[in-house]
């Protein structure tokens, strides 16, 4: 069944009993992947687990999504499984699932699926998964979209401030909540005492004051890089590893996405040119030459170790900086031996 945004939205207090999935998909990745980390967040404040799985891995396995989910059920505990990934080559997957004992829920985030997808398809017609469409914001929708965004974190901004931020971040939804976050620290903002967010703030401490940082060290690691990584690494800032992880987790993402494109028989170049949401031209290489080195199986790995290092940060588990360093030069060995096997 179709939902809209808001209503999958509530699903972070209260997951509907007869959803088994949620899908978040469309031409706004971004949107997507932040709603389903708002989604997450929400869940897991309630007390629920979270397990993450790649939705790539399903298209050789599609068992591996009913048995983690009555697996995990079988402990009792609450738990949500995340889905990273989806695509159609995890229909199959969903029809086992569906056909299975309930467990628990699956919050699932796939990209753009075209007309004629069989995953949306199903989807769109089974009342126990809930479809929704994330699509590409515009300029115009900026103050309703940055103001909704602010309003929990107790920020409060002009239009021609949500106009700014916008453009900064190119209506990327994730680095607007990151930049927002940062804001609210900045102002010392919070639902109970609201702060305004100025021009003057946004000079300050703005939205492409940092991000661009993060570029060339990512497209370097996927491209392996080692002597541009091993400069660039030594001279990030200190607190850059979630941001840093967290925009590897899209690349990674997106690549396999295009990376299963590509396994269908298109090049890398035209996988690139027929993305959603497009690449951003400057990049457009770095995606090319990342397409030809990484397998899908690298990707799935590549991406795993990414959120697992992210979720021992946010549990104090050591790894900080440090650990972020060693994994960005881990990850572009891989990239470097993987090009050295496919000449």
Known sequence: MKIDPGRAAGFATSWPAEVRLLLLHGPDESASRDLAGQIAAGQAKSGAGITDLIGAALKDDPQALVAAVTSLSMFGDRELLRLDGLDDGGTAAVELLLAGPAGHPVLATAGYLRKGSTLLAMAEAHPAIAACMNREPRAEDAPGLLGAMAAPLGLRMDREVAARLFEASEGDRLVLRRELEKFALYKNAAPEA??????????????????????????????????????????????????????????FAQLAQLRAEVDRGLSPAAAVDNARPPVFFRE????????????????????????????????????????????????????????????
């Not at 050591?318 to 060995?333: F, K, N, Y």
Request: charged share 25%; net charge neutral.
């Open 194 to 251: 609201p702060q305004r967010l100025t021009l003057e703030d946004v000079a300050a401490l703005g939205a492409d004051t940092g991000e661009a940082e993060l570029f060339a060290p990512i497209g370097a690691v996927t491209t392996g890089d080692m002597e541009t990584v091993a400069e660039l690494v030594a001279r990030l800032p200190d607190g850059v590893g979630i941001p840093l992880l967290r925009a590897l987790e899209r690349r």
């Open 284 to 343: 457009k290489s770095f995606y090319i030459k990342a397409l030809i080195i990484w397998s899908q199986r690298l990707l799935a790995a590549a991406l795993a170790d990414v959120l697992a290092a992210e979720r021992n940060i946010k549990a104090g588990g050591g790894v900080a900086d440090l650990g972020v360093q060693q994994l960005l030069l881990d990850l572009t060995r891989r990239a470097a031996m993987a090009e050295q096997r496919s000449r």
